[in-house]
T-cell receptor
Framework: KAGVTQTPRYLIKTRGQQVTLSCSPISGHRSVSWYQQTPGQGLQFLFEYFSETQRNKGNFPGRFSGRQFSNSRSEMNVSTLELGDSALYLC????????????FGNGTRLTVT | DAKTTQPTSMDCAEGRAANLPCNHSTISGNEYVYWYRQIHSQGPQYIIHGLKNNETNEMASLIITEDRKSSTLILPHATLRDTAVYYCIVVNQGGKLIFGQGTELSVKP
């Protein structure tokens, strides 16, 4: 069974631009979560989607948004990029929302210059 | 969500058992203990989880104390490839995972 796939693997953007990251969950998984990882803050939860609805949200500004499609694939968008948005963005999927292990992809490394 | 406390770093000799402790004294009755690990430049990898009873799978064993205020992850025969940051996380059903700083485990030859 294929794991969680994130594209692109690396991305370089300029301050003020916007970016869209993509995530394909494990087949059959209906829940997708997004995390941001930085050296200073560690792994921080962004949001979780289940059946195309946002079910949980972390403490990030409105510049960070996401969506989930009917095939469970998800995208995350960051608008008006700031230097501090440079991070590893991780997507994870699980079979159902309640008590089910998250399975992570290897992330998209975003660098904002 | 309950917070967890883990040692910042630990060493283990290759071939020996690695015992990673975690304190979660404020855990609630319906909260699970999850363990993940992250090897540099990769996404976190799920290891094991449990509620009350001890659990074992092909990767590790999870020992949860009777009062559920602490747990230990056991890697029975550590290898160099087990060098990673190990995260202990407490989460309720349907809740989001809140990662702490984890324990950096170094397995040495």
């Amino acid at each position: 069974k294929a794991g969680v796939t994130q594209t692109p693997r690396y991305l370089i953007k300029t301050r003020g631009q916007q970016v869209t990251l993509s995530c394909s969950p494990i087949s059959g998984h209906r829940s997708v979560s997004w995390y941001q990882q930085t050296p200073g803050q560690g792994l921080q939860f962004l949001f979780e989607y289940f059946s195309e609805t946002q079910r949980n949200k972390g403490n990030f500004p409105g510049r960070f948004s996401g969506r989930q499609f009917s095939n469970s694939r998800s995208e995350m968008n960051v608008s008006t990029l700031e230097l501090g948005d440079s991070a590893l963005y991780l997507c994870a999927s699980r079979f159902r929302q309640e008590n089910s292990p998250l399975h992570f992809g290897n992330g998209t490394r975003l660098t904002v210059t | 969500d309950a917070k967890t406390t883990q040692p910042t770093s630990m060493d283990c000799a290759e071939g020996r058992a690695a015992n990673l402790p975690c304190n979660h004294s404020t855990i609630s009755g319906n909260e699970y203990v999850y363990w993940y690990r992250q090897i540099h430049s990769q996404g976190p990898q799920y290891i094991i989880h449990g509620l009350k009873n001890n659990e074992t799978n092909e990767m590790a064993s999870l020992i949860i104390t009777e009062d559920r205020k602490s747990s230990t992850l056991i890697l029975p025969h550590a290898t160099l490839r087990d060098t990673a940051v190990y995260y202990c996380i407490v989460v309720n059903q349907g809740g989001k995972l809140i990662f702490g700083q984890g324990t950096e485990l170094s397995v040495k030859p």
